[in-house]
């Protein structure tokens, strides 16, 4: 949305021709050719609270934000430094004194960068951004710096302690599919006592989980010469109990699908901040990224050797147990076995998956509070 009120000319002609550009890419050429930029007052906060003396640690957690649908656009002169290579957009924020400082007693230095995905990312977390190479504008190297004090025993560390041991079990916490949501990272690091005015070049990477497009899991190879055969993955385990042909021509086959619950957990990491820090301690376990299939009917494919689907595959649990750690599942299958080149053919169990991704970034000529 053109923002009138923060724009000189909104009826001023723009041409560009980009090509077959990354969407970051395509966008970010649009803001320049245009003399445009996002209205940075719209990067969200997220606010967590600690409560209590000490003892006690209140999480809350708001339902999951939707993507923005709407962008201000404002004139802008001075382009920020981003970084748009990949699926993450990296940019500088500029300086607020709200937010970024300098810490001149332990020669630190902190400042915000804000992170977005690109629409249609299946986003799961970010992780964090970590930062690899930092020069000044003078050449000195900057060291990343990580404000977590050590742990000290005593009875006066028991909030610092709790910070450190607990784990909240809540599986119905789910950020997925928020491509398109903005996230502020602080970035702190060490000077060496001399207070620089800016980054000549910054280098980092951003860690995130994301959920993969619906893949084979793991694969029995040659599953119709003989029973016994089975794969593992990811605390998952097939194992091909019984193979017979039908007097119609069907293979039938019976197969026990076992998952480890405690082999699948997927950790949230939230941050929370206590007593003015910002706390990396919280862990949120939701289930693992194939654990929202549990109970259903698993998506197996017969492929052939080229890797394609056989087709006229029908499925069924015939049963289903769990003892608090694995949940087992029968299952029986059949389809029309052919007449040639049945050895051949391999079984698959497909799901979506959580993946840890590493995108790199470079910023350069970052401003410093």
């Keep these: 949305m053109i923002d009138k009120t923060k724009i000189s000319d ?8 980009t090509g077959e550009l990354p969407y970051w890419e395509a966008l970010n050429a649009f803001y320049q050719a245009a003399g445009l ?4 007052s719209q990067v969200p906060v997220t606010k967590t609270e600690s409560g209590g ?31 748009t290579a990949n699926a993450f957009r990296v940019r500088a924020l500029p300086v607020d004194a709200a937010h970024d400082k300098y810490d001149d007693i332990k020669g630190e230095i902190t400042f915000r960068l804000d992170l977005d995905t690109a629409p249609g990312v299946p986003l799961r977390e970010i992780v964090g951004i970590e930062i690899r190479k930092a020069a000044a504008e003078d050449g000195r190297a900057l060291a990343a710096a990580y404000p977590l004090p050590p742990f000290a025993g005593g009875f006066n560390n028991v909030e610092q302690m709790v910070m450190q041991q607990l784990v909240v079990d809540s599986r119905d916490y789910a950020i997925e599919n928020l491509g398109g949501v903005n996230h502020a ?21 951003v ?19 003989t029973t016994g055969g089975e794969a593992s993955a990811d605390g998952m385990t097939v194992q091909i109990k019984d193979v017979k042909t039908s007097g119609d021509g069907r293979a039938v086959v019976q197969l026990r699908l076992t998952t480890r619950m405690d082999q ?32 259903k009917l698993p998506d197996f494919k017969v492929l052939d050797p080229a890797g394609q689907p056989f087709k006229g595959l029908s499925a069924q ?31 698959a169990l497909m799901a979506k998956r959580v993946a840890v991704v590493e995108m790199p970034f470079v910023l350069k000529n970052v401003l410093l509070p």
Excluded: W, Y
Aim: hydrophobic letters at 40%; charged letters at 25%.
């Design 264 to 295: 699948s957990e997927d950790v949230l990491n939230l941050p929370v901040q206590v007593k003015g820090r910002v706390q990396q301690f919280i862990r949120i376990n939701r289930g693992g990224g194939l654990r929202a299939d549990v109970g």
């Design 317 to 347: 649990v015939r049963g289903m147990s769990f003892d608090g750690t694995v949940m087992t599942q029968d299952v029986e299958m059949s389809f029309e076995k052919p007449a040639q080149g049945a050895e051949q053919l391999s079984l």
């Design 10 to 17: 909104t009826k001023r002609p723009i041409t560009l021709d």
């Design 53 to 83: 003396s000490g003892r006690r640690l209140i999480v809350r957690s708001a339902a999951p934000v939707q993507p923005a649908l709407v962008c201000r656009l404002v004139d802008c002169s001075t382009p920020m430094p981003v970084s």
């Design 207 to 225: 860690v995130a989980k994301v959920v993969t497009p619906v893949e084979p899991i793991l694969t029995v190879a040659h599953f119709l010469k």
């Design 185 to 205: 990272h602080a970035i702190t690091l060490k000077t060496s006592g001399l207070r620089p005015k800016k980054i000549a070049e910054l280098h980092g990477v």
């Design 37 to 40: 930029a996002e209205d940075i």
